[in-house]
């Protein structure tokens, strides 16, 4: 079972900053990529950013590129989100999640190929 608790959520005006935080256990996190979705009241949950397990490979939603940054730590079983300029449209519920498939060499966007999810964390942007 692995287990993934994010945190660094909050309230912040827009143009500000923050860093979300996901600490994983319960398997060899170094094994398998690592992905950031997010989800808006009444929406479906979306794709944010994703890194491979070896951390030589992100991929970026269009929405947040050039904003947000996905950085893992290996050796601390880690892995962030730093976000930057953020806007009142990435107001959401920000998830982290583990990839299904050992050392995937292919990055992955969509939720069915992530099999573990932490419970969440609050990102609110004000105008």
């Known amino acids: 079972q692995v287990q993934l608790v994010e945190s660094g959520g909050g309230l912040v005006q827009a143009g500000g900053s923050l860093r979300l935080s996901c600490a994983a256990s319960?398997?060899?996190?170094?094994?398998?990529?690592m992905g950031w979705f997010r989800q808006a009241p009444g929406k479906e949950r979306e794709f944010v950013a994703v890194?491979?397990?070896?951390?030589?490979?992100?991929y970026y939603a269009d929405s947040v590129k050039g904003r947000f940054t996905i950085s893992r730590d290996n050796t601390k079983n880690m892995v962030y989100l730093q976000m930057n300029s953020l806007k009142p449209e990435d107001t959401a519920v920000y998830y982290c999640?583990?990839?299904?498939?050992?050392?995937?060499?292919?990055?992955?966007?969509?939720?069915?190929?992530?099999?573990?999810w932490g419970q969440g964390t609050q990102v609110t942007v004000s105008s």
């Open positions: 319960g398997r060899t996190f170094s094994n398998y990529a």
């Open positions: 890194i491979t397990w070896s951390g030589a490979r992100t």
């Open positions: 999640a583990a990839d299904q498939v050992f050392r995937r060499t292919i990055v992955v966007v969509t939720t069915t190929q992530y099999n573990y």
